[in-house]
């Protein structure tokens, strides 16, 4: 299954503005430990693209508004041809695991990166 890694906003840029350090390597070796079929999204890291479910967009009531700011995210995931995207932020697992389908990307599969890992593990 091909994967799709996605830079959340608060996890990168809003943490390298607000600690000195995004977090973008780390999941990507994280990834490279667990995925042999992995790709990440054009653009990515600080130039990545919002998938819109940030601010508080996820709890209002304004859906079709959080649609269409999630249009060039699903746009990145279709053409990496993923079909699964990896995310470790809860609002852009919420936000992608909601507008999907409006995109026509309803087979894609959205897990957490801990839930990766967790699947990874032998016992």
């Given amino acids: 299954?091909?994967?799709a890694y996605h830079d959340p906003?608060?996890?990168?840029?809003?943490?390298?503005?607000?600690?000195?350090?995004?977090?973008?390597e780390e999941p990507r070796y994280i990834l490279?430990?667990?995925?042999?079929n992995w790709v990440d999204?054009?653009?990515?890291?600080?130039?990545?693209f919002c998938c819109g479910g940030g601010g508080g967009?996820?709890?209002?009531?304004?859906?079709d508004e959080r649609i269409f700011y999630g249009r060039k995210k699903m746009a990145q995931i279709k053409?990496?041809?993923?079909?699964m995207v990896v995310?470790?932020?809860h609002s852009c697992h919420g936000q992608l695991n909601s507008i999907k389908e409006a995109y026509g990307m309803g087979e894609l599969k959205v897990k957490y990166l801990w839930e990766l890992v967790a699947d990874c593990l032998i016992l």
């Fill in 87 to 89: 995310v470790p932020c």
């Fill in 32 to 36: 490279s430990r667990c995925l042999s």
């Fill in 57 to 63: 967009a996820l709890t209002t009531g304004y859906n």
């Fill in 79 to 83: 053409a990496a041809g993923a079909e």
């Fill in 9 to 24: 906003c608060n996890y990168c840029r809003k943490a390298e503005k607000m600690f000195g350090h995004g977090f973008y």
């Fill in 1 to 3: 299954m091909r994967a």
């Fill in 41 to 48: 999204l054009y653009p990515n890291r600080q130039n990545q």
